[in-house]
């Protein structure tokens, strides 16, 4: 099994430029997530979705931000226009299926800074 | 904030100590996870305990779970240089799921 697979694994970008992150993740799972890491909040759930249908974005911290998945192999998450906030590091992660008691399988991250 | 709270923030000991985390929450759980998380890498999925659990082993790991208190630790037994990472637990209440602030775990060669 590949795992959860993101890219790219870096990205570094100016102030009001576009951000695509990409997930392909495991497969055969029904749930993705889209996490945002930084020192000073820790792991935040941005998105997640169910059977690519999005179930819970309260996270999403602005309008900004946006995330789609087309189909079960393939998610995106978008930030337009970028800002310096926005540099952390992003993970996507999947599971067969939500509940507490299934693990989450994470990619290695997307590296943003925004500069 | 329904997260899961580590404590130590920062640990360091000796390749071959005993490492001792703990984590709290603050509602009733159906299941609490521990994950490890490698510099540069994603999280990786540790170990599961239920909530009709007190106390699980996967290999030199061992995880104990209080709901009275709702606490939870993490201990790792003849530690590694390779068990270096930060470590935390999640959990939530119902579908709910939150990770916690973490510990980072120093163990020297």
């Known amino acids: 099994d590949a795992g959860v697979i993101q890219s790219p694994r870096h990205e570094v970008t100016e102030m009001g430029q576009e951000v695509t992150l990409r997930c392909k993740p495991i497969s055969g799972h029904d749930y993705l997530f889209w996490y945002r890491q930084t020192m000073m909040r820790g792991l935040e759930l941005l998105i997640y979705f169910n059977n690519n249908v999005p179930i819970d974005d309260s996270g999403m911290p602005e309008d900004r931000f946006s995330a789609k998945m087309p189909n079960a192999s393939f998610s995106t998450l978008k930030i337009q226009p970028s800002e310096p906030r926005d540099s952390a590091v992003y993970f996507c992660a999947s599971s067969l299926g939500r509940h507490s008691n299934q693990p989450q399988h994470f990619g290695d991250g997307t590296r943003l800074s925004i500069l | 904030s329904q997260q899961g709270e580590e404590d130590p923030q920062a640990l360091s000991i000796q390749e071959g100590e005993n490492a001792t985390m703990n984590c709290s929450y603050k509602?009733?759980?159906?299941?609490l996870q521990w994950y490890r998380q490698n510099s540069g890498r994603g999280l990786v999925h540790l170990i599961l305990i239920r909530s009709n659990e007190r106390e699980k082993h996967s290999g030199r790991l061992r995880v104990t779970l209080d709901t009275s208190k709702k606490s939870s630790s993490l201990l790792i037994t003849a530690s590694r240089a390779a068990d270096t990472a930060s470590y935390f637990c999640?959990?939530?209440?119902?579908?709910?799921?939150?990770f916690g602030t973490g510990t980072s775990l120093t163990v020297i060669p």
């Open positions: 999640a959990t939530g209440p119902g579908n709910q799921f939150y």
């Open positions: 509602t009733s759980i159906n299941n």
